[in-house]
């Protein structure tokens, strides 16, 4: 068989509802609610629109809305939790009830996470891997949400600074166990945990393609379901181009299909009408092998 065997993982949320990361992969969409997206044309500040393209994710195809309310970037600079909590709650209160799929709060900020839970978030997406805020485990063990852990180094400010790998898989996993530990100290069930290898975060082009090329590699060490979040990143310039991010959709649907061959258990995008087209095939492609 030419591709890997995708782990079989369930994930259980707060509500009592499962993510079943088995038998397929599944799209998270990005909602940013921020003036200073790196990655839309037309930045989303109003609760209203954020609103209606949540349900539009929904209808076509989302598995998971992924909130977040403050860039990460490389380079941006740390948002206070009041300005978060302003963009972001409303935001959930108008989803409770609307949307189906699970809701994922992207934060690394013990507070904002709580108060996002109370509004119906299941999901804590943490860019930090625990590392910025060590007390968000706790409130995701209290809560009994599922835990996304990412990989990263140092803050936007200074990420690539400390961008420096023998060996990228090595060190990824072994920093990303190290987040995992933080998760179970707190009482974070580890079924519960997702990993993120943290593409072009603390990472240059080559690390982030290298994660890419040997994600089975990563996956087998963890032994955690994998999320993969490449859409319209600044790694795919030196193929592409300088434009605008927008226009790396293309970028992305190539970088979408390696990871779902590869094993990806949820790939987290922007555009998800096309990359939900992509994945289906890549999936395809996957489930013919393993027959043939």
């Not at 994930?11 to 009592?16: E, F, K, N, S």
């Not at 909602?31 to 209606?52: C, G, H, K, Q, Y």
């Not at 992924?66 to 990460?72: A, L, P, Q, R």
Request: glycine residues 8%; charged residues 25%; proline residues 8%.
């Amino acid at each position: 068989m030419p591709f890997p065997p995708r782990g079989l993982y369930t994930v259980p949320l707060p509500d009592g509802r499962v993510l079943d990361l088995g038998s397929r992969p599944l799209v998270m969409g990005i909602l940013n609610i921020t003036p200073d997206s790196f990655a839309e044309s037309s930045p989303r500040t109003d609760p209203a629109a954020a609103v209606d393209a949540a349900l539009q994710m929904e209808a076509d195809g989302a598995d998971i809305i992924d909130v977040g309310g403050e860039s990460t970037r490389p380079g941006a600079e740390p948002l206070p939790a009041a300005e978060e909590a302003r963009r972001v709650l409303p935001v959930l209160r108008m989803l409770r009830g609307r949307v189906r799929i699970p809701i994922s709060i992207d934060t690394y900020k013990a507070e904002i996470a709580e108060a996002a839970l109370a509004e119906g978030a299941v999901i804590v997406n943490d860019v930090s891997g625990l590392r910025y805020e060590p007390a968000l485990a706790a409130v995701v063990a209290r809560s009994g949400a599922a835990l996304v852990v990412m990989h990263t180094r140092g803050r936007s400010r200074t990420m690539y600074q400390e961008a420096h790998y023998d060996d990228i898989v090595t060190e990824v996993a072994g920093e990303i166990e190290d987040s995992l530990r933080v998760a179970a100290a707190a009482g974070v069930e580890r079924e519960r945990v997702i990993v993120d290898p943290g593409i072009g975060f603390a990472k240059r082009p080559a690390d982030s393609y290298g994660v890419l090329a040997r994600l089975p590699e990563l996956a087998a060490r963890l032994d955690r379901p994998v999320l993969v979040g490449p859409s319209r990143k600044s790694f795919m310039q030196g193929v592409l181009g300088s434009g605008p991010a927008p226009e790396r959709d293309w970028g992305t649907a190539a970088a979408v299909t390696a990871a779902v061959l590869a094993g990806a258990h949820v790939v987290r995008v922007h555009a998800v009408a096309g990359m939900v087209q992509v994945v289906r095939v890549a999936e395809e492609i996957r489930r013919h092998a393993q027959i043939a």
